[in-house]
Structures are given as structure tokens and as C-alpha cells.
């Protein structure tokens, strides 16, 4: 793990990469704001997190961190004695973001375990049209341990566009939280889709017929494969995080957009 603070005093707000080794995007755009930003007010902590799966291009070494907070440092296992000195660094921090990318198709968009004030303004102050509020969903990852704490998916995995537009995305949550006054921050309302299961995958040719946040209509196939054939059966579903070959053993979310946050 490699931490670069910036500044002095609060706000504390943190920006993390590389909780997933095989997802470059987040630690370029830590390097990139360890060289550039200016501190203009509270600290800044930019933390690299799995600097040996990075190293060897992997997703993880031994579990994925993001499947194993709160972790144990007694562990073993790489990351599940990693996850509590992670959050070691980030207890206690006004806000945090943690970066990833995925093989899904854009557009970007941010999650979140649960809403609050400042959870409120992190989003509605990125460029996301949509956010995803997982809370039923996993506790074992960052944003469900740590309070005020976001993941942004920034784009696609190993694309630039997910580097520039990462970038572009934390500058703007900097300028939220007051740690650049360059220019001032501007909110937009966002519209919230809520997880509610995994669509699991089988074995064979994985198809996936849907973009994330694209409504399937009732009676059509949203993905299938050998073993699967997933005929969406109720209204309003949207799929989240949605793809043929980007996890094992899921094609991604069902997802219902249940209302906007307004700034
Ligand atoms: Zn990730």
C-alpha cells in the first residue's frame, strides 16, 4: 500500500486506486494528482491499495479486497489482512472516493452503501447521471465499512477514457469538498437505481443483450449461456455493471431506478 498525503488539518478527504490490481485506471490517476494538485484547504490522502496484485496485472493475490472487509490483519490471505490497514488510513475521513473501472459499457456512474449528507454531495457534485445505491447488496466492501465513502466506476478497464474521465470526476469531488478552490463546485441531480440481485452465469458463450441502465422490457432476454436463459419477468429493470466476460460467475446486476438525488 502506498499513501502520498497533501495539506494540513480537515477536511480530510481520500481518493483510492487500485483496490482491484487488474483495473490500472485508479493509480494512474492518483500518480497524476500527486503531481498536479495544489492544496488549497484540509488534506488531501491519495492511497495506491494492492500494489502486488498492480504489479502482477491481477484483480487480486489471494481474495478480492473488495469482497473482504473488514478483513483481519492476523490473515494470511494478502488482502483480508490488507483490508484493515486500509481502512486504518481512511477511518475517520470526511469523505472518500475509491476509483474503479469495469467491462461494462459506459456510461460512468458512482455507488454508494448509504446516503448521507455528504454522500449527497459527492455525487451530486461528479458528472454521473446515475448512481447506484448497493446498500442491500454486499457488506464487505469499502463503501459499506466506511461512512461518507463512494466507489466511482470511471469506464472501462484499461481504456484512457476511464483515466481522463476519472480524473475530470475527482477533481470535481475535490472542488465539493473545499480541498480545491480553483474553481467552484456545480451540482447536478443524479438518478438513483437500486441493486436488488445478482443474475448468475453458467457455463458456454455468454451473451449479454442490455447496456447498464438500459430498461428491459418484460419477456426479453437480458443475458443467457449454456446453462442460463434470464427473461426479465418484472417492469422498470435495469441492469447494472453488465457484461459477457468481466466476472466469473455473474453477467452483473438487476437493478429498479427508484428516484433522483437532488443537489
Ligand atoms: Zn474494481
Same mark, same amino acid.
Given at each position: 500500500?502506498?499513501?502520498? %498525503?497533501?495539506?494540513?488539518?480537515?477536511? *480530510?478527504?481520500?481518493?483510492?486506486?487500485?483496490? @482491484?490490481?487488474?483495473? #490500472?485506471?485508479?493509480?494512474?490517476?492518483?500518480?497524476?494528482?500527486?503531481?498536479?494538485?495544489?492544496?488549497?484547504?484540509?488534506?488531501?490522502?491519495?492511497?495506491?491499495?494492492?500494489? =502486488?496484485?498492480?504489479?502482477?496485472?491481477?484483480?487480486?493475490?489471494?481474495?478480492?479486497?473488495?469482497? !473482504?472487509?473488514?478483513?483481519?490483519? +492476523?490473515?494470511?490471505?494478502?488482502?483480508?489482512?490488507?483490508?484493515?490497514?486500509?481502512?486504518?488510513?481512511?477511518?475517520?475521513?470526511?469523505?472518500?472516493?475509491?476509483?474503479?473501472?469495469? @467491462?461494462?459499457?459506459?456510461? #460512468?456512474?458512482?455507488?454508494?452503501?448509504?446516503?448521507?449528507?455528504?454522500? *449527497?454531495?459527492?455525487?451530486?457534485?461528479?458528472?454521473?447521471?446515475?448512481?447506484?445505491?448497493?446498500?442491500?447488496? /454486499?457488506?464487505?466492501?469499502?463503501?459499506?465499512?466506511?461512512?461518507?465513502?463512494?466507489?466511482?466506476?470511471?469506464?472501462?478497464?484499461?481504456?484512457?477514457?476511464?483515466?481522463?474521465?476519472? &480524473?475530470?470526476?475527482?477533481?470535481?469531488?475535490?472542488?465539493? @469538498?473545499?480541498? &480545491?478552490?480553483?474553481?467552484?463546485?456545480?451540482? !447536478?441531480?443524479?438518478?438513483?437505481?437500486?441493486?436488488?440481485?445478482?443474475?448468475?452465469?453458467?457455463?458456454?458463450?455468454?451473451?449479454?443483450?442490455?447496456?447498464?441502465? +438500459? +430498461?428491459? =422490457?418484460?419477456?426479453?432476454?437480458?443475458? *443467457?449461456?449454456?446453462?442460463? !436463459?434470464?427473461?426479465?419477468?418484472?417492469?422498470? !429493470?435495469?441492469?447494472?455493471?453488465?457484461?459477457? /466476460?468481466?466476472?466469473?460467475?455473474?453477467?452483473?446486476?438487476?437493478?429498479?431506478?427508484?428516484?433522483?438525488? %437532488?443537489?
Amino acid at each position: 500500500m502506498r499513501l502520498i %498525503e497533501r495539506g494540513s488539518g480537515s477536511p *480530510r478527504i481520500a481518493i483510492v486506486g487500485g483496490i @482491484h490490481g487488474d483495473e #490500472p485506471a485508479g493509480e494512474r490517476i492518483v500518480d497524476q494528482l500527486a503531481e498536479e494538485v495544489t492544496v488549497d484547504d484540509g488534506t488531501l490522502q491519495l492511497v495506491v491499495a494492492n500494489e =502486488p496484485a498492480l504489479d502482477a496485472g491481477k484483480r487480486y493475490t489471494d481474495t478480492d479486497l473488495n469482497r !473482504t472487509f473488514p478483513g483481519d490483519i +492476523e490473515s494470511d490471505d494478502y488482502e483480508t489482512a490488507l483490508a484493515p490497514r486500509l481502512t486504518a488510513i481512511l477511518e475517520g475521513a470526511d469523505a472518500v472516493l475509491a476509483l474503479h473501472t469495469s @467491462h461494462s459499457a459506459p456510461p #460512468p456512474f458512482a455507488i454508494y452503501s448509504e446516503l448521507t449528507e455528504t454522500v *449527497r454531495k459527492s455525487v451530486t457534485g461528479m458528472p454521473v447521471e446515475y448512481v447506484v445505491d448497493a446498500a442491500y447488496l /454486499r457488506d464487505t466492501t469499502l463503501d459499506s465499512m466506511l461512512e461518507n465513502t463512494i466507489s466511482l466506476e470511471t469506464g472501462h478497464q484499461g481504456s484512457e477514457e476511464a483515466v481522463e474521465f476519472g &480524473l475530470e470526476a475527482v477533481r470535481d469531488f475535490l472542488r465539493v @469538498h473545499g480541498i &480545491l478552490q480553483d474553481e467552484p463546485p456545480t451540482f !447536478t441531480e443524479t438518478t438513483v437505481v437500486k441493486v436488488e440481485e445478482e443474475v448468475p452465469k453458467g457455463e458456454g458463450e455468454p451473451e449479454v443483450f442490455y447496456r447498464n441502465f +438500459e +430498461e428491459i =422490457p418484460v419477456g426479453e432476454v437480458f443475458a *443467457r449461456d449454456d446453462v442460463y !436463459t434470464h427473461r426479465v419477468k418484472s417492469e422498470g !429493470t435495469v441492469p447494472v455493471l453488465a457484461s459477457e /466476460r468481466g466476472y466469473e460467475d455473474i453477467f452483473g446486476l438487476y437493478g429498479r431506478v427508484t428516484g433522483k438525488i %437532488e443537489p
